[in-house]
């Protein structure tokens, strides 16, 4: 930002490697690409009155584990 110094400002980073581990504590296979779809929900969804926490993104997590299961086909 145009005239703030770094006194003036913070960032909160989170890594694919933080959604990596959860996955890994929690059980979740995800492949690489499904967790940097969890980072990309975690920046574009999140509530700024909750912020990203560890509950926030083991929900992000199962949300994207739930929609990559393959959908049973109907058979006739």
């Not at 003036?8 to 933080?18: A, F, P, R, T």
């Not at 990203?52 to 949300?63: G, S």
Request: charged content about 30%.
């Amino acid at each position: 930002m145009l005239g703030y110094s770094e006194q003036d400002q913070i960032s909160i980073v989170w890594m694919v490697d933080d959604v990596a581990e959860r996955c890994h504590e929690t059980g979740v296979f995800l492949t690489l690409d499904q967790k940097r779809d969890v980072l990309r929900r975690l920046e574009r969804k999140h509530d700024a009155n909750v912020g990203i926490n560890w509950d926030v993104i083991d929900l992000t997590i199962a949300e994207v584990a739930r929609e990559s299961k393959p959908q049973p086909v109907a058979v006739s």
